[in-house]
């Protein structure tokens, strides 16, 4: 019985003790291995509880615990790892770190990874 | 499109998050982009050792119920359990079905009295995929798993074809009939019903001993499924109802099943086994469409089951209502790198058993099982290298009493294409020592309890409810590694598992005419190593093999023995080709799988007669199953199968079988088909 409680008592804590905020906006990138940097990165960040960057619309979705970050810390964090947000753009030095097929500014690349997928497909 | 889609991802994730063990492998899927889809995977990145068969899988031996589901599989053993009943037994890692726990959609199903003839309840064309974990798997499901899990799940009203009919006709006269109907009864609601019927008309004995080679009979099983579904609320939920009727016959040739004479004894030894089986369950799952990794399932489920068999001169009838119910919670500590699940959970089963066996002894075992507890199971995945699980669960049994159950699983990936996975873990259950064990009434042997302390040559009478409750610890680590092999795919995995056991149930068939039952007194385990090897030859063709030893041994009272008809060694092969799909959507499709079965330790019959001794060893058996099948368009295909194609056939499987109500006929040294050669067609017409 003692058990029981103590499972219920972690349960309704979980519940009842976050201050949640789901944020979605847009993060430049062009392939896989730009996804798995964004999320990667973000989810080692104090404060933010889960990411999910979709690479069809290049949307983030950010789960974050308001009490230890706020957006514009996500967005500049985000842009320090080398990716535009809809709120900062990376600077040159930061965007230059990222892979040669991660060039998402350069249009030659993006289109070079459209045509990839279309062959998978 | 693109909203089924979604809609289907959001089910997958929701069935994930909701119902207990399955490791979230939505990373996992883009990892393993293969040309062609494997149809038997192993999971390479989840912590815990888990192969998905899917439905494509189990087509490729028309397999007819659950039983029969594992014929090309390797990690598991399909042996017939006596030569009279025609029923199919299991094991994993050298260790039979009571050991695994099997569930039904994460609700422990094939259980308790079920442990007899339950397999034959779930027929093939309803599973959608079966989740294999070898090692003692997750805490979330029960205390009861010891060499491994093993979850069906069923086809879902939401997804399945609008219609789908399947015959199949067998030489043995086994005909058996499958629809499934699914229909949307309103935005949120989806209903399903599938039937599944089947007799066996065919009484031959191709093995001329007296005894037909298989029963006689037929079963009616009917699912009722209904299906809410609202992925704005995060809400999916079932309410299923089965009712399945299971009757057979089975005997010397002469023998009629006739209850007007039932009060004379037959001269003709003959039974029958009658068995009725109603389920309903409730599920519920709510996932936060918000925060995904915030979800809350809840399930409910009511059995009873019912066994009524005649057996010779031994009766043995068991009736067992349970319920089932369980909470799991599943969140996040920090974020998604850290996942908990955490709930609580409850079972009844009430047992009304009786059995007079061989006329003379009779037992009333009626009782009550119920326990309660709570789990907590911590996973943290550092996207990287590491994935561990470690999961605690506290359990009140009315029986066993209060009693922890610790299990861990880690999978450590060392190089990009290779991930070793380690897991340990304590399983518990009670024995039930008649449903496990139906295969002595085939046979005149007479039980016996005992009670320690049995190595001092002194054999102290006892009863059943002296047994204990079973436990024990698995052990385990595979080695998982792809790699290119002349330009193709091809991936070897080594598993060695450990299981040794704390207490056990000794069932010791080593008198003849005699079985004993009593407590583990020394060392009783199972050692497993398996080697496997798969290679795709070309797009089209894949080759599976591989090569089992094991060693399971047990401390009886004549000593240390290996465990009776358990093979030590085995050797797997299965050929698998498909053809590219044509335009109008055909194609050929081809399965070749052999087996070949070292020798297996016989129990001993040195106090028979001479006449009724077996040899100390089986012979090594090489079985062939092979299937074709052609699929003609997306709603029409057909195959044709022969199972056993080497024709092999045990030729004295029961010893006295000219006296079969003298005191040596046993019908249970059974190590080989009996019937020979089979062959099997059928047809499978669906829309969509």
Redesign the interface.
Same mark, same amino acid.
Request: net charge negative; hydrophobic share 25%; proline share 4%.
């Given at each position: 019985m003692k058990n029981i409680l103590f499972a219920l008592i972690v349960l309704s804590c979980s519940l009842l003790f976050s201050q949640t905020e789901v944020k979605t906006f847009f993060v430049d990138g062009v392939c896989g291995m730009c996804k798995d940097r964004i999320e990667k990165s973000c989810i080692k960040v104090k404060g933010i509880k889960m990411v999910n960057w979709n690479l069809d619309n290049r949307q983030i979705k950010v789960v974050y615990n308001t009490k230890k970050i706020d957006l514009p810390e996500i967005h500049s964090f985000i842009a320090s790892i080398g990716h535009d947000t809809d709120m900062i753009k990376a600077s040159e030095k930061s965007y230059n770190s990222l892979d040669e097929c991660c060039k998402y500014r350069d249009e030659t690349i993006v289109i070079d990874h459209k045509k990839k997928g279309i062959n998978n497909n | 499109m693109k909203t089924r889609i979604y809609l289907l991802n959001f089910l997958f994730f929701l069935s994930l998050l909701s119902f207990g063990q399955s490791e979230d492998e939505t990373n996992l899927e883009?990892v393993t982009i293969n040309y062609n889809k494997k149809s038997s995977k192993v999971s390479f990145l989840s912590s815990q050792n888990i192969t998905t068969l899917s439905s494509d899988e189990l087509l490729k031996a028309a397999c007819c119920n659950l039983s029969e589901s594992f014929e090309t599989t390797p990690s598991i053993d399909v042996n017939f359990s006596d030569a009279i009943s025609g029923t199919k037994q299991i094991k994993m890692l050298g260790l039979s079905s009571p050991n695994i726990l099997i569930s039904i959609e994460n609700i422990p199903s094939i259980r308790g009295a079920l442990q007899s003839h339950g397999l034959n309840y779930i027929p093939g064309t309803w599973i959608e995929s079966i989740q294999i974990t070898k090692g003692p798997g997750s805490v979330v499901n029960g205390f009861e798993s010891i060499t491994g899990q093993i979850n069906a799940e069923l086809r879902k009203p939401i997804n399945d074809d609008k219609l789908f009919v399947n015959l199949y006709a067998s030489e043995m006269e086994r005909y058996e009939l499958n629809t499934h109907y699914n229909t949307k009864l309103s935005n949120n609601w989806d209903y399903g019903l599938y039937l599944h019927a089947n007799t066996k008309d065919n009484s031959d004995d191709r093995n001329n001993d007296g005894f037909r080679d298989s029963p006689t009979g037929g079963q009616i099983n009917i699912y009722n499924r209904l299906q809410y579904t609202n992925p704005i609320k995060g809400l999916v939920s079932f309410i299923d109802f089965n009712f399945v009727n299971d009757k057979r016959v089975f005997g010397q040739n002469e023998y009629i099943d006739d209850p007007s004479i039932f009060e004379l004894p037959s001269p003709y030894w003959g039974g029958s086994t009658n068995s009725t089986n109603f389920k309903g369950n409730f599920k519920m799952g709510y996932v936060n469409p918000? $925060?995904?990794?915030?979800s809350l399932g809840f399930q409910f489920s009511y059995n009873h089951f019912s066994e009524g068999s005649d057996i010779g001169f031994s009766i043995h009838d068991v009736e067992q209502k349970s319920i089932y119910s369980n909470l799991v919670?599943n969140? $996040?500590i920090?974020? %998604?790198?850290h996942k908990i699940k %955490?709930?609580?959970s409850f079972s009844y089963d009430n047992y009304d058993e009786f059995v007079n066996n061989m006329r003379i002894q009779n037992f009333d075992l009626d009782r009550k099982e119920y326990s309660?507890?709570? &789990? &907590?199971e911590y996973n943290y995945d550092n996207?990287?290298k590491i994935n561990l699980s470690a999961g605690i669960r506290?359990d009140n049994h009315n029986v066993i009493g209060g009693f922890v159950t610790p299990r861990l699983h880690l999978n450590y990936l060392i190089f990009p294409k290779t991930s070793l996975k380690i897991s340990a873990g304590k399983g518990t259950r009670m024995a039930n020592i008649f449903s496990e064990n139906h295969k002595l009434f085939y046979s005149s042997r007479i039980i016996f309890f005992g009670n320690s302390p049995l190595f001092d040559n002194v054999w102290n009478q006892s009863n059943y409810f002296d047994l204990k409750p079973e436990s024990a610890w698995n052990y385990g680590a595979s080695l998982i590694n792809s790699f290119r092999l002349f330009d193709n795919n091809a991936q070897l995995i080594l598993d060695y598992y450990f299981t040794d056991f704390e207490n056990q149930v000794v069932v010791d068939w080593e008198t003849p005419s005699a079985i004993l039952f009593y407590n583990l007194e020394g060392k009783s385990f199972a050692r497993s190593f398996q080697a496997q090897l798969s290679y795709e030859l070309t797009s089209n063709i894949n080759i599976l093999s591989a090569y089992k030893i094991s060693d399971v041994k047990t401390d009886y009272l004549s000593g240390r023995l290996y465990k009776p008809l358990n093979p030590k060694n085995r050797f797997f092969l299965n050929f698998a080709y498909q053809s590219n799909r044509k335009n109008n959507g055909s194609i050929w499709k081809y399965d070749f799988t052999y087996n070949w079965i070292g020798e297996q330790r016989f129990p001993s019959t040195q106090n028979n007669p001479i006449a009724y001794r077996m040899d100390e060893f089986t012979p090594d058996i090489n079985l062939i199953n092979t299937q074709l099948t052609r699929v003609f368009n997306k709603s029409f295909e057909a195959y044709l199968g022969i199972e056993n194609a080497t024709n092999y056939k045990q030729m004295n499987p029961i010893i006295a079988n000219e006296d079969p109500f003298g005191q040596y006929f046993d019908s249970t040294f059974v190590y080989g088909p009996i019937f020979g050669r089979m062959y099997y067609l059928g047809l499978r017409y669906r829309i969509n």
């Open positions: - | 883009e918000n $925060i995904p990794y915030q919670y969140s $996040i920090g974020d %998604t790198r %955490t709930g609580i309660y507890g709570g &789990f &907590f996207l990287d506290y």
